[in-house]
C-alpha cells in the first residue's frame, strides 16, 4: 500500500455506509468496515475480509495522546512501503497466546483485559495519518478496537492457526486502523486461544513480547501494578531531540567503515526472474544444535555462530576477503528501552576482514568482534545517514548491494541452557530431516543475499534471499545445506580455511605441513627434573618430569601496570593465606581429542608457540622508583610438567589426573618477580596428549582473556598454527590507559563520587566481639535458583546477573528500611573498542546504589537493580590510584571504606536466558528446593570484605557462596541468608513480590 492509499483511507473514516451483517458497514472503495462506535472520539475500522465474523468492541482509555514525528525505525519502513508497497505477509507480526482451560477465562473478561492493555501502551493506540506529505504519529486517548471472535475445538491450536493468518495476510491500513488486531478462540465458551497481528510500524518483535507478556498478566490478575516502559511516541521525541548526537556518532563510524570495503560494484549476470528475489527456507534442527555446540565451545552467542557460518559461505562463493554484514539490531542496549513497546531495530553495519586465511574459530571471533561494534553503531536517523552517504558521491541505493543482510529473530537468541549432548554422528544424522522449501519472492532488496533465523519446533529455520540478477535461483538451496554442513563439522572440529570439509587437513596437522608429528619436541627443549626456574621444582612427582621449552618474541619492554593489574595487585597484597590467594589464579583445563594423536613434542611446540605469541604471558613484575612496572621478556623458557597416566583403564581420557595436577598447580602463590605467569602441565594416556592443564595468575590476564588464550592453544595444538595476529597485550593496553583514557577515568571516579554520597552501608556495625575463626564460608548448591533465576529474568525481561543482584540487596536490606543500598560488582571492562581480543587483566569493581524508596515491590525493584547495574559497568573502568587519591581526599581511608558494603561476583559461565526453555512450573521449582544443600567450606585467615557473595555454576544448578567477616554478619546469618536469597528468587519466579520482599508465609 502506497502513500496515496494511506491518505485515501484517512479521509474516509466519516464515509459510514448502510448496514453489513446487521452492525457493520463497508466502503468499498477503501476495502475497509467501519463501524460506528459509541465513543464518537474515533471510529472503528477493519479489513472487509473479516466483515460478516463475531467481532466484539472493546473499548479503552489512557494517558498520552497528540502528535510525534515518526520514530527512526519508522521513516525506513514508511520509505520501504512508499516505494516498494507493503510486504506485510513478510512484516506483520502474527503471535498467539494459549490459555490454560484451568484459568476458566471467559470472553468477556478476555476483551476487559485486551482493553486494559490497549489502555496501558500508548504505542498500541497510535496510528500514522499524513502531515505536510509525511506520517505522524496520532496517539488517541480513547477508542474502540474491533475483537474478532472465533470457537475451535480442542485446544483451539488449528483454530489460531488459521486466524492468525486471516488476520496477518492482510495489510494494515497506518492511517485509519489501530496497529494490532486481536483475535479470541473459544472452546466450550472459555478462551483457550488470543491472537493478536501487530503492524511491524509501530512495534518490534521484542516489544511484540513485551505486550503479550503484559497480556498473560492483565488474562490471569487482571490488572498490573508497575508502568509501563517508553512508548513509541516517546521514542520518537527522544530520537528527535537528545539522541540525535548518538546518530551523529553512528554516521561517522558508517562512513568510517565504508571506506575500508573495496570499491567493486556487483555486476548483473542476467536479467532475473520475476519477481527477482526467490527465497528458500531450509527448516533444520542440526543447525540448531550445531550452533550452540559452537557457541558453548567458543564462549560467543548463538546468532554470532550463525552470522559466521553464513558469512563464510557467502565469502567463499564470492571471493571477497574484505566484505560488509548488516546485521540487525533490536538497540535496546539502553536500560530505559529494555521495555519500551515500539520499534527499535535498526541495521547495523560492520566490515569483515577475512585475509590471511583464518580458521573456523579464528572466522567466528572476527565476525562477532565486528558485529559487536556494528551493533553498537546501529541507532541513527536514517535520513542523516543517507544525506551522508550521498554528500561523499555514494549512491546510497545500490552502495551495500554486493554485502550482506543477517537477521536472527529468532526469540531465544541467546545461551542459556547447556549445550546438547550428542555425537558426530548422530548430528550428521539429524541433517537426513532436515527439509527445504520455497517461499514467496520479493521485487526488491538493498542486498543482493538476505538471510533471516526464526524459530520452528524442533529447530531453526533460516531463510536464504537471493537476486536472481547476481545469483542463479538454483545456488540457493546447495547455499543453505553448504551452510548447514558446515556448522555441523565445525561443532566437533576446528576448520581451516576455506571451512570446508573437502579441503580440511587432517586431524592435528598443520595445512601443508610434512612434519612427522612424533618427532621431539623442536627448538631445542630440554627434559629434566629440578633444573626449571621458579616454584616448578615443586610441581613434579615421581614418574614425571619437567621440560624447559623455549620461546621467542618479538621485544622485550616495559611499561606501567595496567588499571586492573594495580587493582588486583592491591587484591594480592590484602590476600596472605594460601586459601584466600586461590581466587587470585585461573586454572583452566583444555582437552585434547583421541582421534588428534598429539604427541608430547607437538604439544610443547604449541605450548612455546603460545608464549612466543602473547607478550602478556611471557611478562614480570619489577619495581622501579617505587612503581610497579610489567617488563616482558622476548625470549626465555617455561617449565612444562608432563604427567603420564599409569593406568589408562582407570583414567582414559586423563580427567582424573587433570584434575589432580590443577589442584597442585594453582596452590604456590605465583612469584611474580621470578616466575611466567603461567604455569603448564600435559597429561599423558598411551603416549598420546589427551589434557592440557593451565593456571593463569590473575594479575596478567582475566577470565575472558584466558579463553582467548585457551582457543590459540587448541589451534596451535590441532594444526600448529595461528593465522591472525594477536590481540593487545598488557604492554598495549597500559599505552592505551596512559595516553587516551585519562577522560574516561576522570568520569568514572566522579560518578563514583556522585554515587557513594550518602550511601547506605550494610553492614556498618559489629554485632559482637570477633570470634575465631572470623572469616566463614557458607555454600548453598541450589537447582532451585538455577531455575528461579531464569524464570525471573524471562519473565522480566532482564538478565539473571540482575535478578540475583536485587535478591541480593534484598536480603541485605529487607529488614533496615533503609533508603539505598550500595553493592559493588565486578565488571569485565570489555566494552571498550579492541578490548575483545586483549590478552590481560581488564576487570575493575564498580559500584551499584539501588534506590529502595517508596518501598518498590520486587519487580520495580529489579527494574532498579538493572539501571544501578548498568550504570556501574559503564563506570568501572578508571585509574585505580586517581581513585584512591580523591576518596583519601574526601578523608576516607580507600583499602577499608568499601567493607561495609556486600561484594557480589557473578562468576558463572553461562547467564543469559533460554526464553525457548520454559522451566518448571511453581509446583515443581518449589519442590526442587528441598534438594539444596548447605555446608560450610574451609575458613579463611584474613579477608577486606565484610560479606562477599560469590555465584558459580554447579551441576544443574546455581551455587551461592558467602564469605563472611562474623563479627559484622554473624555465623547464624550466613545460612538464613542463603536460603532467603533463594526462597524470594523462587516467589519472584511466578509473581511479584511486595516489599519487604518477603516470600509467602509457609514456602521452606
Not at 154 to 163: F, S, W, Y
Not at 463 to 488: I, K, N, Y
Not at 551 to 567: E, I, N
Not at 721 to 741: H, K, N
Amino acid at each position: 500500500m502506497g502513500a496515496s492509499s494511506l491518505h485515501g483511507a484517512s479521509n474516509r473514516l466519516d464515509r459510514l455506509i448502510g448496514p453489513l451483517c446487521n452492525t457493520q458497514s463497508i466502503d468499498p472503495a477503501a476495502e475497509r468496515l467501519v463501524v460506528p462506535s459509541g465513543m464518537r472520539s474515533v471510529d472503528v475500522v477493519v479489513p472487509a475480509e473479516w466483515a460478516c465474523a463475531p467481532l466484539r468492541h472493546v473499548e479503552f482509555s489512557g494517558a498520552g495522546s497528540g502528535t510525534a514525528p515518526p520514530t527512526w525505525a519508522q521513516q525506513v519502513l514508511w520509505r520501504s512501503i512508499s516505494r516498494f508497497g507493503s510486504n506485510h505477509r513478510f512484516l506483520n507480526l502474527r503471535r498467539t497466546v494459549p490459555v490454560s482451560a484451568r484459568a476458566a477465562i471467559d470472553v468477556a473478561r478476555a476483551t476487559h483485559a485486551v482493553g486494559t492493555l490497549v489502555s496501558r501502551h500508548a504505542s498500541l493506540r497510535t496510528r500514522l495519518p499524513l502531515v505536510d506529505g509525511g506520517p505522524a504519529q496520532q496517539t488517541e486517548p480513547a477508542g474502540v478496537l474491533p475483537v474478532l471472535v472465533r470457537t475451535g475445538a480442542g485446544d483451539g491450536a488449528e483454530a489460531a492457526r488459521e486466524v492468525a493468518s486471516l488476520l496477518g495476510d492482510v495489510a494494515f491500513d497506518h492511517a485509519a486502523e489501530w496497529p494490532l488486531r486481536v483475535a479470541l478462540v473459544t472452546v466450550d465458551e472459555r478462551v483457550r486461544q488470543v491472537v493478536v497481528v501487530f503492524s511491524h510500524t509501530t512495534v518490534d518483535a521484542h516489544a511484540a513480547e513485551v505486550v503479550l507478556r503484559d497480556l498473560r498478566l492483565l488474562l490471569l490478575r487482571g490488572d498490573l501494578p508497575t508502568p509501563a516502559g517508553p512508548q513509541s511516541p516517546e521514542v520518537a521525541r527522544q530520537q528527535h531531540g537528545a539522541d540525535r548526537r548518538r546518530s551523529q556518532r553512528a554516521v561517522a563510524y558508517w562512513l568510517r567503515e565504508y571506506q575500508r570495503l573495496p570499491l567493486r560494484p556487483l555486476t548483473p549476470t542476467g536479467p532475473g526472474l520475476d519477481p527477482p528475489l526467490r527465497r528458500g527456507v531450509l527448516v533444520s534442527s542440526a543447525v540448531d544444535t550445531a550452533a550452540r555446540l559452537i557457541a558453548d565451545r567458543y564462549r560467543v552467542s548463538v546468532s554470532a555462530v550463525m552470522a559466521a557460518g553464513y558469512h563464510a559461505v557467502a565469502t567463499r562463493m564470492s571471493g571477497r576477503t574484505v566484505s560488509g554484514l548488516f546485521p540487525m539490531a533490536h538497540n535496546r542496549f539502553r536500560t530505559e528501552y529494555a521495555d519500551a513497546v515500539a520499534n527499535l531495530g535498526q541495521i547495523g553495519f560492520c566490515v569483515v576482514d577475512l585475509s590471511g586465511r583464518p580458521d573456523f574459530g579464528e572466522l567466528l571471533s572476527r565476525v562477532w568482534t565486528a558485529t559487536l561494534n556494528g551493533l553498537r553503531h546501529a541507532y541513527y536517523e536514517p535520513p542523516a545517514l543517507r544525506a551522508a552517504f550521498e554528500e561523499q558521491g555514494i549512491d546510497y541505493e545500490t552502495a551495500f548491494l554486493p554485502h550482506h543482510y543477517f537477521n536472527d529473530v529468532r526469540l531465544a537468541v541467546g545461551g542459556g541452557a547447556p549445550a546438547p549432548e550428542t555425537t558426530p554422528a548422530e548430528l550428521r544424522a539429524a541433517m537426513a530431516h532436515s527439509t527445504f522449501s520455497w517461499t514467496a519472492g520479493l521485487q526488491q532488496a538493498s542486498w543482493h543475499l538476505l538471510a533471516h533465523v526464526v524459530d520452528e519446533p524442533g529447530g531453526v529455520g533460516v531463510t536464504l534471499t537471493a537476486d536472481t540478477r547476481h545469483l542463479p535461483m538454483d545456488s540457493v538451496e546447495p547455499f543453505l545445506r553448504q551452510f548447514e554442513e558446515l556448522l555441523v563439522e565445525a561443532a566437533f572440529a576446528d576448520l581451516p580455511w576455506p571451512w570446508s570439509t573437502t579441503t580440511a587437513a587432517a586431524p592435528g596437522t598443520a595445512p601443508g605441513s610434512t612434519a612427522d608429528p612424533g618427532t621431539t619436541a623442536g627448538s631445542g627443549s630440554t627434559v629434566g627434573s629440578g633444573t626449571t626456574p621458579g616454584s616448578a621444582v615443586g610441581w613434579v612427582a615421581d614418574g614425571e618430569e619437567i621440560v624447559s621449552v623455549p620461546f621467542d618474541g618479538v621485544r622485550a619492554a616495559s611499561a606501567p601496570l595496567t588499571w586492573g593489574q594495580r587493582a588486583m595487585w592491591r587484591s594480592m597484597d590484602e590476600f596472605d593465606s594460601p586459601a584466600g590467594y586461590r581466587v587470585l589464579s585461573l586454572p583452566r583445563t583444555l582437552p585434547v581429542p583421541a582421534r588428534a594423536e598429539v604427541t608430547a613434542a607437538r604439544a610443547l611446540d604449541a605450548v612455546g608457540a603460545l608464549v612466543t605469541r602473547h607478550e602478556s604471558l611471557r611478562t614480570r613484575f619489577r619495581r622501579r622508583d617505587d612503581e610497579l612496572h610489567q617488563e616482558a621478556a622476548a625470549a626465555g623458557r617455561l617449565p612444562v610438567l608432563v604427567h603420564a597416566v599409569s593406568r589408562p583403564r582407570d583414567d582414559p581420557d586423563g580427567r582424573h589426573a587433570a584434575a589432580a595436577l590443577t589442584e597442585r598447580l594453582r596452590a604456590p602463590r605465583f612469584d611474580h618477580v621470578t616466575e611466567w605467569p603461567l604455569r603448564a602441565a600435559l597429561v599423558t594416556v598411551d603416549d598420546r596428549v589427551r589434557q592440557v592443564v593451565v593456571v593463569f595468575s590473575h594479575a596478567t590476564v582475566d577470565f575472558h582473556a584466558s579463553d582467548l588464550v585457551l582457543r590459540d592453544l587448541r589451534a596451535l595444538l590441532l594444526r600448529g598454527a595461528v593465522d591472525t595476529p594477536a590481540g593487545p597485550q598488557s604492554l598495549d593496553l597500559a599505552g592505551q590507559e596512559r595516553d587516551g583514557e585519562q577522560r574516561r577515568s576522570q568520569r568514572a571516579v566522579a560518578y563514583w563520587v556522585r554515587e557513594f554520597a550518602g550511601l547506605t552501608p550494610s553492614l556498618a556495625e559489629p554485632v559482637g566481639a570477633a570470634p575465631a575463626p572470623r572469616y566463614r564460608r557458607g555454600s548453598l548448591v541450589s537447582a532451585a535458583v538455577h531455575h528461579a533465576v531464569r524464570l525471573v529474568a524471562a519473565r522480566n525481561r532482564t538478565s539473571t546477573s540482575n535478578a540475583i543482584l536485587a535478591a541480593t540487596a534484598a536480603g541485605l536490606s529487607a529488614d533496615g528500611g533503609q533508603q539505598n543500598c550500595g553493592i559493588v560488582v565486578m565488571a569485565n571492562n570489555r566494552f571498550q573498542p579492541g578490548h575483545e581480543r586483549a590478552v590481560g587483566t581488564l576487570n575493575q569493581i564498580g559500584l551499584c546504589r539501588l534506590d529502595l524508596t517508596g518501598r518498590p515491590g520486587f519487580t520495580e525493584l529489579l527494574a532498579r537493580a538493572g539501571r544501578a547495574a548498568l550504570d556501574a559497568y559503564r563506570h568501572a573502568y578508571y585509574d585505580p590510584a586517581e581513585w584512591e587519591r580523591t576518596f583519601t581526599d574526601l578523608g576516607h581511608d580507600h583499602r577499608t571504606f568499601l567493607a561495609p558494603y556486600c561484594y557480589l561476583n557473578d562468576a558463572r559461565l553461562l547467564r543469559e536466558v533460554d526464553a525457548g526453555q520454559p522451566g518448571p512450573d511453581e509446583t515443581k521449582l518449589r519442590a526442587i528446593r528441598s534438594d539444596t544443600a548447605f555446608r560450610w567450606l574451609p575458613e579463611l585467615a584474613q579477608f577486606p570484605w565484610r560479606c562477599r557473595l560469590q555465584v558459580l555454576d554447579a551441576a544443574g544448578a546455581v551455587e551461592l557462596v558467602v564469605t563472611a567477616d562474623t563479627r559484622y554478619f554473624p555465623t547464624e546469618r550466613v545460612e538464613p541468608f542463603l536460603r532467603g536469597v533463594e526462597a524470594l528468587l523462587v516467589e519472584a519466579a511466578f509473581r511479584d513480590v511486595p516489599w519487604p520482599w518477603a516470600p509467602t508465609p509457609g514456602i521452606r
